[in-house]
Nanobody, 122 residues
Framework: QVQLVESGGGLVQPGGSLKLSCAAS????????IGWFRQAPGKEREGVSC????????YYADSVKGRFTISRDNAKATVYLQMNSLKPEDTAVYYC???????????????WGQGTQVTVSS
């Protein structure tokens, strides 16, 4: 069963950091680009970042540039999103998905997982 499972979310104060993980099972992660997406309450899901099969970051949303870093460890079948200098507006459910990174923003391919909640609040 093809599955991506997000973890690492939580409650953090403004200015804090979190590192999200996206663990793959049921398929070979190496073959796919992976995107991180987020959906805030009342808003549409948006692309946050995207990484190539070989680990090259190909996209960051303007709102997270300089604060978020995407990476992957294919040996561990895991993609990460390091989030620093978090702001209240980063509050959302974060999802990872197999994605196409080549356009103006990532496009998810396939199904969504459960996501992981990130809440930035004092």
């Amino acid at each position: 069963q093809v599955q991506l499972v997000e973890s690492g979310g939580g409650l953090v104060q403004p200015g804090g950091s979190l590192k999200l993980s996206c663990a793959a099972s049921g398929f070979t992660l190496d073959y796919y680009a992976i995107g991180w997406f987020r959906q805030a309450p009342g808003k549409e899901r948006e692309g946050v970042s995207c990484i190539s099969r070989r680990g090259i970051p190909l996209y960051y949303a303007d709102s997270v540039k300089g604060r978020f870093t995407i990476s992957r460890d294919n040996a561990k079948a895991t993609v990460y999103l390091q989030m620093n200098s978090l702001k209240p507006e980063d509050t959302a459910v974060y999802y990872c998905a197999i994605a196409s990174c080549g356009g103006s923003s990532p496009v998810h391919l396939g199904s969504w997982g459960q996501g992981t909640q990130v809440t930035v609040s004092s």
